[in-house]
């Protein structure tokens, strides 16, 4: 997708003719790419779901606070993230993209397989960081490729069907994961290996960092997509650009530069993203201990029930969400925007009515429900980056943009059991921790996603009068 930079373009008549003459790659290249992408991603989302299925065994084995539990949950990821996610992003915009993602989910599955022999709170954490930092080249990679793959009008329909990766991880981890430690209920909680103690449930992580390694095995198949710049745009990295100049160009602080011109379009977007992340990524993460402490379930009755109610959930709303944004985006500039506004609100309403349910099973109900809303509009959101984004620096705007979701959505599991130690004062109701969280975070989400609909429908108009 040929996409305008947002300042300096030296894109003329000329140049718009050789950029819609750009001939298109097969979709069938397209597809297999997509493929390989999506079960990457399963892989990572996969590992992060199995992971908080854990969380309960982690607290028990290492004797920490929910403050603690929920700091391994997510921030120990996003430490990482915040050093190498912007620099590996900017490889993806000067390297092949098909090595970078093989690289990536190589480190991802390597680092968590080796989680399982952490010894130490202290090393679990360390063994986190990394795979924060493994998974941090995936999304601006598989946009960026993504986008160079498929005309304009197919993106949503393929960013739709990137959330499989998703919806499939969600149901298969929860439901997985419970079996998985029935499973390791029947080994010895302790088992000694050359000289280690290892716990039963740190089996799981061994067992699910392996299939990584075949993932980065099949990137290398993947035939690179040409990438669609404006022929008007200057290199990333001007071949006479000093050291400094070079590694400077690591920082996103180009991309940074470049997002402020149009902050009116994009930081309503990025604050929309970032406040709803500390909720629906901070939620996911304490579901099974809301659920076990509130309702006194267990691992495997949870997964049992939750795990094919958010995949029915999941993949109704992806269906209804695609449908929903199209029809949108076929009488709105701004149909993409538009449309997740809407469907925020909905979000909200469940997300503050889940803890308040009286029931495990309408408490899951809820949770599915959120996830519905979810999956509707998460493809809408990305479409609408991937549409203003300029494509010589996609990877590092998509990075940054993702960042907001990663980093806050990691800072949401904390947020939320620093609430539960802080503010409620007791572990046994987690469940007005989550209702204080979701109360303050979602509507404020809600309204920056309607503030952003007029920006972004005048920055549409702008490209396409740009024939962009």
């Not at 028990?60 to 391994?72: R, T």
Request: aromatic share 12%; charged share 10%.
């Amino acid at each position: 997708m040929a996409v305008a930079p947002l300042a300096g373009s030296a894109s003329g008549e000329s140049d718009k003719a050789q950029v819609s003459t750009l001939p298109w790659p097969s979709e069938r290249s397209g597809f297999f790419a997509l493929s390989v992408i999506i079960f990457a991603t399963f892989l990572n989302f996969f590992d992060t779901t199995v992971f908080a299925m854990l969380a309960e065994r982690i607290k028990g084995s290492f004797n920490l606070s929910d403050s603690a539990l929920g700091f391994v949950l997510g921030p120990a990821s996003v430490v990482a993230f915040v050093f190498v996610g912007i620099p590996l992003s900017r490889l993806v915009d000067l390297y092949p993209r098909k090595y970078v993602l093989s690289a990536s989910i190589a480190v991802l599955g390597t680092i968590t397989a080796i989680g399982g022999l952490a010894q130490s709170f202290g090393q679990l954490v360390g063994s986190r960081l990394f795979v924060g930092a493994g998974g941090a080249a995936n999304g601006p990679g598989s946009y960026s490729m993504m986008a160079d793959y498929f005309r304009p009008m197919r993106i949503p329909l393929v960013f739709a069907l990137m959330q499989l990766s998703y919806i499939a991880a969600n149901a298969a981890g929860t439901w997985g994961g419970g079996a998985m430690l029935g499973f390791t209920d029947s080994l010895p909680e302790r088992t000694q290996i050359i000289g280690l103690t290892i716990f039963n449930w740190q089996w799981i992580l061994i067992l699910v960092g392996l299939p990584g390694l075949l993932a980065s095995l099949m990137f290398l198949l993947v035939k690179e997509p040409a990438r669609r710049n404006p022929p008007g745009a200057a290199p990333l990295v001007p071949g006479s650009a000093t050291l400094g100049q070079k590694l400077l160009g690591f920082t996103g602080l180009d991309a940074l530069k470049a997002i402020n011109v149009r902050g009116a379009v994009y930081w309503p977007l990025f604050g929309a993203l970032a406040m709803s992340a500390v909720e629906s990524q901070g939620l996911p993460a304490w579901r099974v201990p809301f659920l076990a402490r509130t309702f006194g379930w267990d691992e495997g009755e949870i997964g049992n029930l939750m795990a094919p109610v958010l995949l029915v959930a999941s993949l109704t709303g992806l269906v209804l969400g695609n449908i929903f944004v199209t029809w949108m985006n076929k009488r709105h500039k701004d149909g993409n925007i538009r449309a997740t506004a809407m469907i925020f609100t909905c979000t909200t309403v469940f997300a503050i009515g889940a803890p308040l349910m009286p029931s495990a099973e309408l408490a899951i109900g809820c949770m599915a429900m959120t996830s519905l809303f979810g999956l509707a509009g998460a493809p809408a959101q990305n479409a609408a980056i991937q549409r203003i984004a300029p494509n010589e620096m996609r990877g590092q705007v998509t990075a940054l943009y993702l960042f907001m979701y990663t980093f806050f959505g990691a800072m949401g599991s904390w947020v939320i059991g620093t609430v539960s130690d802080v503010i409620v004062g007791d572990p046994a109701k987690l469940w007005q921790a989550l209702l204080i969280v979701a109360a303050t975070f979602m509507p404020v989400a809600t309204f920056f996603m309607w503030r952003a609909i007029k920006p972004y429908g005048e920055e549409v108009r702008r490209l396409e009068s740009l024939g962009l």
